[in-house]
């Protein structure tokens, strides 16, 4: 097992938290904790460590996922469910995965349960059908979500919901609102979720949902982020979009914080020196926010004794430094990867993996690559907590630049589907018309109809495509899916010209090469693997990995830094000895790589490749 109690000292036993551990939002924390932040910010590892403390406290506490790709199950050791299961070593502490596809079957039987008895078996898959789509996955993911809030939590003195990356939750935490307001005298339900979707007797939960989110006596927004500019910044926008949805009571954790302790080790004080940099550049809104500040650890968030000692600094001794590990010697930089792709005069690059392990630096360093050997780029992406423009922050010719924005998106579908339905129907019918267009279904089916026309425009030319965090991308893959199945039943048999749907350009390897970006951590490697595993299901291969912000044959000596090579060394293993057919390394730097010339020389003199085929 990849756990080994992480590397902690065997001879030591972390005791359990006490309400007078270091975290003060411990102290008096109230009944429901949402843990939020840019991907990659240890959201995770601070949900779980918080839900120990406090079950060790005494207290009955439920932890759940809504993470589409959650990992609640390697870090607490347990195989999960959609329902709670005891965590082994931890009395009074239960865990769940909120499972969307469990819970989309489970709606589906209860919508085709309310219809009338006479019911064809013909109308029955009809129904079923309608709600085969990613707005069936998501309201009903979202009922099992807004029902803990309305009461079916009851049992537990605590619930801690550990949530998906930034733009995904927001997302989340707006349909309580969004749902409410559509079904405020709507008497028809949505059409996108099926003509029996019974989504009016939902409208109480929606409103306790609500209630609950709102009263900052019964919950909390607990705004995870790093000593980075960047998830600084996002934040403080997340602060602002909550405020906005009416969630004032909110507390900041910044995560991971590093102390250098060799004053002649170069990279750890060049670390120290950006954290202390992005601190002193905190945002007023969130410097007045109650706040902890937890240091990095010398090891990987797995297994109890490792969470336990992110609540309590003193329960772990550093393990013994590793020697310090270096990269190939025939390494080469990530422009071979950009040359082979550049063989080509068009194509799609979709780079996915786990939110903060650099997704959009590696997609906008390879966009840059290919605009500097003539091609016609066009970069974008699915992300809604989008960073192109900042990691970017400039322009080339031949290099397009956009995002896909879930309103602009949202509002152009709505004008089309209104001139072409819409144009022969009476004032009444338009009204109608446009009221079923404003269920908050319609942005999925917006966002999914962008992406489909994104991909399209690889036929002519290159698009690279930043995709959102691993679970927010799964929902739109199985958008594609749907679609597919959609548009292959509708011409089966039919003399008309083959269709091309998206899945299937999508699964042409000579179409789209797919790159999974992770860093070398037990974490991001496993939400790798099994990303790379759901794409072979719907037979889509990735062609590469890429393995970003690895400290190997950087020369630190910092006991903390030096402790961390011993895990680094075991993932680059996993990946270059069978996960990856291809893999590329990209050495940590002392500065984010930000702007073209950095992002440049990224591709020039950063990445090498290892392992198999490299």
Request: charged share 20%.
């Amino acid at each position: 097992m990849l756990h080994e109690e992480l590397r902690l000292n065997p001879m030591h036993d972390p005791k359990p938290v006490s309400p007078s551990a270091p975290l003060s939002l411990l102290r008096d924390p109230p009944r429901f904790l949402f843990f939020t932040g840019k991907g990659g910010v240890g959201k995770t590892s601070l949900a779980c460590a918080c839900a120990l403390a406090l079950a060790d406290a005494g207290k009955r506490v439920l932890l759940v996922s809504t993470d589409p790709a959650s990992n609640l199950d390697e870090m607490l050791g347990v195989a999960l469910s959609d329902r709670p299961r005891a965590v082994p070593g931890a009395p009074g502490l239960d865990a769940l995965n909120i499972d969307p596809e469990a819970a989309a079957e489970a709606y589906r039987q209860r919508v085709i349960a309310q219809m009338p008895d006479d019911s064809s078996q013909a109308d029955r898959g009809t129904v079923r059908e309608q709600l085969s789509g990613a707005c069936t996955t998501e309201i009903a993911a979202f009922d099992e979500f807004i029902g803990l809030l309305a009461g079916d939590a009851q049992g537990y003195d605590h619930v801690v919901f550990d949530t998906a990356p930034t733009g995904h939750t927001l997302r989340l935490l707006s349909l309580p609102k969004a749902w409410t307001g559509f079904l405020e005298g709507n008497d028809r339900g949505a059409s996108c979720l099926g003509p029996h979707s019974g989504l009016k007797m939902q409208e109480q939960r929606f409103l306790a949902g609500m209630q609950a989110l709102a009263d900052g006596v019964r919950t909390a927004i607990v705004l995870v982020t790093r000593a980075d500019a960047a998830a600084l910044r996002e934040a403080a926008r997340t602060h602002d979009e909550l405020r906005a949805l009416g969630l004032a009571n909110q507390r900041l954790v910044v995560n991971a914080v590093f102390r250098a302790s060799a004053a002649d080790d170069a990279v750890a004080a060049a670390l120290q020196a950006l954290g202390d940099e992005a601190l002193a550049a905190l945002p007023d809104s969130l410097r007045r926010l109650p706040q902890d500040r937890v240091p990095l650890q010398p090891f990987d968030m797995i297994g109890l004794r490792a969470l336990r000692a992110l609540s309590d600094p003193n329960a772990a001794s550093l393990p013994a430094a590793a020697p310090l590990a270096s990269l190939p010697a025939d390494a080469q930089p990530l422009r071979v990867l950009a040359d082979e792709l550049a063989q080509q005069d068009h194509g799609l690059v979709m780079v996915m993996g786990k939110g903060g392990v650099g997704k959009t630096t590696i997609a906008a360093a390879l966009a840059l690559a290919l605009a500097a050997r003539g091609k016609t780029v066009h970069l974008s992406t699915t992300d809604p907590a989008a960073h192109l423009a900042a990691t970017l922050d400039g322009s080339v010719p031949g290099l397009q630049v956009d995002r896909i924005d879930p309103a602009a998106e949202t509002q152009r579908y709505v004008d089309k589907i209104m001139a072409s339905r819409g144009r022969e129907l009476d004032d009444a019918g338009r009204a109608l018309l446009l009221e079923d267009l404003r269920s908050p279904c319609t942005e999925e089916v917006a966002v999914f109809h962008a992406f489909s026309r994104i991909v399209g425009e690889a036929r002519s030319a290159f698009v690279v495509l930043d995709t959102a965090p691993t679970g927010h991308t799964l929902l739109l893959m199985d958008a594609t899916g749907a679609y597919h199945r959609q548009m292959t039943r509708e011409f089966e048999g039919s003399s008309a010209a083959r269709i091309v749907t998206p899945l299937m350009r999508l699964q042409d390897p000579q179409y789209t090469r797919i790159v999974l970006v992770t860093l070398p951590e037990v974490t991001p490697v496993s939400e790798a693997a099994a990303l790379q595993d759901d794409l072979r299901r719907a037979r889509i291969e990735p062609c590469a990995w890429v393995v970003n912000r690895s400290l190997a044959a950087s020369g630190t000596h910092d006991p903390v830094l030096a402790a961390r090579l011993a895990g680094e060394a075991q993932q680059l293993a996993r990946v270059t000895g069978g996960l990856a057919r291809r893999a590329y390394v990209v050495p940590w730097v002392p500065r984010p790589p930000v702007g073209v010339a950095a992002l440049s020389k990224l591709v020039d003199d950063g990445t090498v490749p290892v392992g198999p085929g490299g």
